[in-house]
């Protein structure tokens, strides 16, 4: 776990979206939140709904993390040419018009509703040359090419400023369909365009984002990913929140026809913030539905933050040869000192406050400094532990070395207290909900997720990706 913010589960967003998150560690996955149902409630169709800014969406100017920014440079929107205006001095307007789905504006007060919608489509910069746009198929084809825009940095300023003029190296035009393909037909469609724009992406910044050609890197249903791009065509958002598992419990105890939850779980590890706040949600609907029991269903694995959120279930299901615990917290880095002194490179480092170099990898480590990133980790530690003793309670055979960060198969936590008993979701529906019916309330892959797979963009990946993002962070894992 780390204790910077991380990616969550896929977020449902109402646009083509580009899908560039996996470097970026995400907190524990549930690799799906099954709602277990009886009754006739079960068989109601839900209610059509559009809802904004419940999916942790940010603008631009709220985002901190580095390496999400530095994505978002690659992210270009694909504006009608009708309403882009040269004004002839190396800029160009962007005439956005107020937010509206369907024809209907949003409700007021809710997120965004006071936004500008101008960018149709999304697309992200590919390829060695700077110069191609992979986007959706069904955003663009050859009577629309002309007509298309490619425009980085339409989003937002402020909390009510957008940027609506833009340089003229922000603006492109298509030149060639290099390639496209649009089947809507089947389960996963193929979906996905390149476009050959008229010249190098001059941006200095926009980097191209890697792409392989078989689809691999770990996207697929269960895995995480992070997106960035025009929400409902609105200025640029980024979306990294754990908040698409807390909307499906949520769903999923709401309905009537629940009688019972199972969290699936598969899980190496993961923030402590987004697995806290998983774990709390837990909490509050148990005391909210109390005749609506959740029971946690292990596969392969359960360790770390994912046990931080296994913890709060009523009981926890495994298999003998699952993996579970590791119940600690590191931070990791390297010490670059010595290669630098060989090499005859010299660390210029400027701060205002002494510690604000904390723990660099170039600059010799300080012993105060070290002692200090031991406090922070024994102090989260010591919440993990709290958390696994409040949801465990008196099943708990605690050993010396049961929160030392060890692992135990599942035959070895039933023992220790860890997990209560063996059992599969189809089992623990069958055997201790009595109900032969489950329904899968986990979030469903979106059409950016089918595209990002199409294409294989190797800066996606699943929830046990990408740990390394930086020389500094502390997880539990």
Known sequence: MTVRPRLASALMLLATLVTVAGASQAPPPLRAIERVATGSAADDPASPQAIFGTDDLLDIYQETDAQRLAWSKSVVGLID??????????????NAVPLNIGGDPPCPGQAFANQLQAAHCTGFLVGP???????????????????TRFVFGFQMQDATTPVLTVPAANVYQGQEIVNRVYDASGTFPSDFALIWLDRPVEIPDAQ??????NGTNGVGVGNGVGLIGHSAALPLKLSFGPNAAISSLQSAFDDKGTAGVVLRINSPG???VQAGIINDEIVRL??????????????????????YVAAAADKIYVNKASIVGSIGVLMDGFGFTGTMDKLGVERRLLTAGE?????????????????????LLNDIHRQFIDVVKTGRGKRLKETPDMFSGLMWTGAQSIQLGLADAYGSVDSVARDVIKAEKVLD???KENIAERFAKRLGASTVAGFWKGLSESALG????
């Open 81 to 94: 040419d009708a309403l882009m205006v040269d004004n002839g001095n190396g800029t160009f307007t962007i």
């Open 129 to 147: 040359d700077r110069n191609i746009v992979a986007t959706a198929g069904h955003c663009i084809d050859a009577s629309t090419l002309a007509t």
């Open 286 to 307: 148990r005391g909210k539905f109390p005749d609506k029991p959740l029971y946690a269903v292990v596969e392969d694995m359960c360790a770390s933050g994912g046990y």
């Open 270 to 272: 993961g923030s402590p």
């Open 474 to 477: 502390s997880r539990l894992y």
């Open 208 to 213: 191209s984002l890697a792409v392989t050609p």
């Open 355 to 375: 510690n604000k170099g904390f723990l660099d990898p170039f600059s010799p480590q300080a012993a105060q400094q070290k002692e200090h990133a031991q406090l």
């Open 441 to 443: 309330y986990s979030v």
